[in-house]
């Protein structure tokens, strides 16, 4: 089945530093990934879309600039979290749908949780 | 605008009895797609089923079938003979935009506990 992981699990980092996370799709190329953000007990909501080889496009509210999204290859997207804050921590989970499945379904990484102190 | 919504906060289901997670939905584009996904404590999102809205049938997956009712706008996910393990929180999703974007929005959840 379609795999996609993330990387790290788990970061915890000090408030004014930056966080990588990467997400792979590891037995599909996929041109379009999401990323998502989930708060405790809450729902999941879209933050932006990567595309392979152009500019991510961004939901309404979130900040280009404080996270930046670079799609460099069919597999790889990278989310980075600058100069983090207290309110940055959150689950971040990104996701990629399968080609030639019609699209439909959306397989999901296993998430990173983030903690800023 | 496109909402999705899920009614119940917390569902309890004795061990392998039957169980219905309520999810309505709303919007104005003529194709979309309904998904429901499963979240266990440790965060993954597993993929449970998929409804399109011009299929005509109901959705199975194994123990997993979704009641789509199209005039009513709603899309129930109904699981059979409860397991232990499948004790965790259920999202009811909806794709944004007409067609399919991959874009998903997502109900606000309903946390489901099997009782032994």
């Known amino acids: 089945g379609a795999v996609v992981s993330q990387h790290p699990s788990w970061v915890i980092c000090k408030s004014g530093t930056s966080v990588k996370i990467e997400c792979r799709s590891l037995?599909?190329?996929?041109?379009?990934m999401f990323w998502y953000r989930q708060f405790p007990k809450q729902s999941l909501m879209l933050m932006a879309t990567?595309?392979?080889?152009?500019?991510?496009?961004?939901e309404q509210g979130v900040e280009k600039d404080k996270f930046l999204i670079n799609h460099a290859s069919l597999t790889l997207s990278t989310l980075t979290v600058t100069s983090a804050h207290p309110e940055d921590s959150s689950f971040y989970i990104c996701?990629?749908?399968?080609?030639?499945?019609?699209?439909?379904?959306?397989?999901f990484g296993p998430g990173t949780r983030l903690l800023v102190l | 605008a496109q909402k999705i919504t899920q009614t119940q906060p917390g569902m309890f289901v004795q061990e392998k009895e039957a169980v219905t997670l309520d999810c309505t939905y709303d919007?104005?584009?003529?194709?979309?797609?309904l998904f429901w996904y499963k979240q266990p404590s440790s965060g993954e999102m597993i993929f449970l089923i998929y409804q399109g809205s011009y299929d005509q049938q109901n959705a199975t997956e194994g123990r997993y079938s979704l009641n789509f009712q199209k005039a009513r706008k709603s899309a129930n996910l109904v699981i059979s003979a409860s397991q232990l393990g499948d004790s965790a929180m259920y999202f009811c999703?909806?794709?944004?935009?007409?067609?399919?974007?991959?874009?998903?929005?997502f109900g606000q959840g309903t946390t489901l506990q099997v009782k032994p």
């Open positions: 037995d599909f190329q996929a041109t379009t």
């Open positions: 990567s595309n392979e080889g152009s500019k991510a496009t961004y």
């Open positions: 999703a909806m794709s944004r935009g007409s067609g399919n974007t991959g874009k998903l929005i």
């Open positions: 996701s990629a749908s399968v080609p030639g499945m019609g699209g439909e379904t959306q397989y």
């Open positions: 919007t104005s584009d003529p194709s979309y797609g």
